[in-house]
């Protein structure tokens, strides 16, 4: 079965600590989207990627970092930058073409601060 | 920029009674629309998308036309039930921005036996 996984679906960052939230799909898509989403909010771009070994900044980057040296991984790193951490998140990709523009989602990470 | 505006929630029915929650959209371009429905802790999952003026989009009893005059993506259901219940999203991908996508603020249903 294809899809994406996203790990752990709990975690739990201290003070002054960066934490990385895996994000790994089996669908062979292009692109992939991490999102942020918190309680009575929609969703909001963090960061995003059309291929590999690049990506681009979203909407609201600053306290976030990322990667993508694998086609089927994405990680998200939480820096300690950023100030209110704890909202679920959510990792997405879709094949990257003009009519292919649904994107798939994770079951999401939810983070939480100590 | 472009942006989505969904009906406030929580919405509250009884079982078989009709669904409809608003949605409205500003964009510059002629984006796709989505609907996408969360169950409690879960992520999104597509629910049905149009992506053109005037087509419908359907899936599991539920409905939504994309029109262009109104600006508008109104998701529809004639008869809901419990198992309905969840936030749904509207929203919209911008393909000249990496295909993001746009997500209205979400609506909570909750359907009552």
């Known amino acids: 079965d294809g899809g994406i996984t996203q790990s752990p679906k709990y975690l739990f960052r201290k003070e002054g600590q960066n934490v990385t939230l895996s994000c790994e799909q089996n669908?062979?898509?292009?692109?992939m989207y991490w999102y942020r989403q918190d309680p009575g909010q929609g969703l909001r771009l963090i960061y995003y990627?059309?291929?590999?070994?690049?990506?681009q900044k979203g909407d609201i980057a600053e306290g976030y970092s990322v990667s993508r040296e694998k086609k089927e991984s994405f990680p998200l790193t939480v820096t300690s930058a950023q100030k209110n951490p704890t909202a679920f998140y959510l990792c997405?990709?879709?094949?990257?073409?003009?009519?292919?523009?649904?994107?798939?989602f994770g079951p999401g990470t939810r983070l939480l601060v100590l | 920029g472009d942006s989505v505006t969904q009906m406030e929630g929580p919405v509250t029915l009884s079982e078989e009674a009709c669904l409809t929650i608003?949605?409205?959209?500003?964009?510059?371009?002629?984006?796709?629309l989505f609907w996408y429905v969360q169950y409690p802790g879960e992520g999104l999952q597509l629910l049905l998308k149009?992506?053109?003026?005037?087509d419908k989009g359907s899936n599991k009893g539920f409905e939504a036309t994309y029109r262009k005059e109104t600006t508008s993506f109104h998701l529809e259901k004639g008869s809901v039930q419990v198992s309905d219940s969840a936030v749904y999203f509207c929203?919209?991908?911008?393909?000249?921005?990496?295909?993001?996508?746009?997500f209205g603020q979400g609506t909570e249903l909750s359907v009552k036996p």
């Open positions: 997405a990709s879709r094949p990257d073409r003009k009519q292919q523009d649904t994107q798939n």
């Open positions: 669908l062979n898509h292009d692109a």
């Open positions: 990627s059309q291929i590999v070994n690049d990506f």
């Open positions: 608003n949605c409205t959209y500003t964009a510059t371009g002629y984006p796709s």
């Open positions: 149009a992506t053109k003026a005037d």
């Open positions: 929203a919209l991908s911008d393909y000249n921005q990496g295909g993001k996508l746009i």
